[in-house]
């Protein structure tokens, strides 16, 4: 599990100071929770993030465990470094809109008819409860050829999880290369 501390100040002066020492600033807000100022060790952070297996992980916050997804992020626009997250916390009883990665599986017969395979949407916005959350959208693409699509209407959803976006936006396209 992931701990962070709780920031006594949010002022720029400390907060620069944390980061100076190598902590990535955050924050824990959601339905039912009050909202915490934290930070954790930026590497740390990084290394569970990259090696958790799913969308939601847990947090421990002074003393209190936390289920959370990451909701926004923040980059450095020069060194591409991670300067802030927000985490959104988890109520088990209450629908959520998460945004769910999109995954294309196989290869499009359209490549050998000199197409070429884009992805148009990297994550589409589903409702559902957090224990009824899927880790990803895994969608055969073999079929699609140069012209054809698969919108968001065409992906299969589990049981008690709504699609929210719009159903005519396009998610994999195969074109003619130029």
Do not use: W
């Not at 002022?11 to 959601?30: C, E, F, M, P, S």
């Not at 923040?74 to 991670?82: A, C, E, N, R, Y």
């Amino acid at each position: 599990m992931l701990e962070g501390i709780v920031r006594e100040s949010t002022v720029k002066q400390a907060t620069k100071q944390l980061k100076r020492d190598g902590y990535l600033i955050a924050n824990i807000y959601g339905a039912g929770v009050e909202n915490i100022n934290a930070a954790f060790k930026k590497n740390e952070f990084i290394r569970y993030v990259k090696n958790k297996d799913g969308l939601k992980f847990d947090v421990k916050v002074a003393g209190k465990k936390f289920p959370v997804v990451i909701e926004a992020y923040q980059k450095h626009p020069v060194t591409s470094d991670l300067i802030h997250v927000d985490l959104r916390a988890l109520s088990e009883d209450k629908e959520s809109r998460f945004f769910i990665p999109v995954k294309p599986v196989g290869r499009p017969k359209g490549l050998k008819n000199q197409g070429v395979l884009l992805t148009n949407v990297r994550r589409v916005k589903v409702k559902c409860k957090p224990s009824d959350l899927p880790e990803t959208f895994e969608i055969n693409v073999e079929e699609l050829d140069v012209g054809d699509n698969i919108l968001v209407r065409d992906i299969q959803t589990p049981k008690n999880v709504k699609m929210v976006s719009e159903g005519r936006i396009a998610v994999f396209s195969v074109i003619k290369a130029k």
